[in-house]
T-cell receptor, first 113, second 117 residues
Framework: KNQVEQSPQSLIILEGKNCTLQ??????????LRWYKQDTGRGPVSLTI?????NTKSNGRYTATLDADTKQSSLHITASQLSDSASYIC????????????FGAGTRLFVKA | DTEVTQTPKHLVMGMTNKKSLKCEQH?????MYWYKQKAKKPPELMFV???????INESVPSRFSPECPNSSLLNLHLHALQPEDSALYLC????????????????FGPGTRLTVL
């Protein structure tokens, strides 16, 4: 069964600290994995997109990793800011004759001063 | 222009009303999507248009009627909705080229917050 699971469900950290969010998937055949940031009541904004051959991709303070063998991805946030408070959604696409996409349930991150 | 726009931002309607949600993009994307998102849940795919033709309908009730008048516009017509249809409705667009992996990154609009009374 094609699934995307994210952990933790929610996370509270202090401003300035680093954190890592996890995404495990059981999708085949894998096409790409994306991380989105979604502020409450707003549309998701793309942070990174990685294909099978990419292990790491950075976007400012956000660094995503992908291990296609273990089917795991992580999103590392460095020097967190209050504005990082949002939901982070892992989205995996696979190609079965046409592209299909599965959204993870997301991790809700709260950054406190 | 790398933006997907949606109107209105907020919509309140009664169960007997007819209303429409609009979505527009000028990135040359030929795939457009409607999603429904309830609070604290991930977006759920409703419809996909590819080259202005409906390619995926995820068993959405007929009270939701999508329309793609041209390659830049996507509408969602609403009629006889139920209170449980209240949600954030997101539009997204992407390129369409299944032969190029990783090129179907979806760009989302800000959403329309719909409340059905």
């Amino acid at each position: 069964k094609n699934q995307v699971e994210q952990s933790p469900q929610s996370l509270i950290i202090l401003e300035g600290k680093n954190c890592t969010l996890q995404c495990n998937y059981t999708v085949s055949p894998f096409s790409n994995l994306r991380w989105y940031k979604q502020d409450t009541g707003r549309g998701p904004v793309s942070l990174t997109i990685m294909t099978f051959s990419e292990n790491t991709k950075s976007n400012g303070r956000y660094t995503a990793t992908l291990d296609a063998d273990t089917k795991q991805s992580s999103l590392h946030i460095t020097a967190s800011q209050l504005s990082d408070s949002a939901s982070y959604i892992c989205v995996v696409s696979f190609n079965t004759g046409g592209f299909k996409t599965i959204f993870g349930a997301g991790t809700r991150l709260f950054v406190k001063a | 222009d790398t933006e997907v726009t949606q109107t209105p931002k907020h919509l309140v309607m009664g169960m007997t009303n007819k209303k429409s949600l609009k979505c527009e993009q000028h990135m040359g994307h030929r795939a457009m999507y409607w999603y429904k998102q309830k609070a604290k849940k991930p977006p759920e795919l409703m419809f996909v248009y590819s080259y202005e033709k409906l390619s995926i309908n995820e068993s959405v009730p007929s009270r939701f009627s999508p329309e793609c008048p041209n390659s830049s516009l996507l509408n969602l017509h609403l009629h006889a909705l139920q209170p449980e249809d209240s949600a954030l409705y997101l539009c997204a667009s992407s390129q369409v080229n299944p032969r190029i992996l990783g090129k179907n990154e979806q760009f989302f609009g800000p959403g329309t917050r719909l409340t059905v009374l």
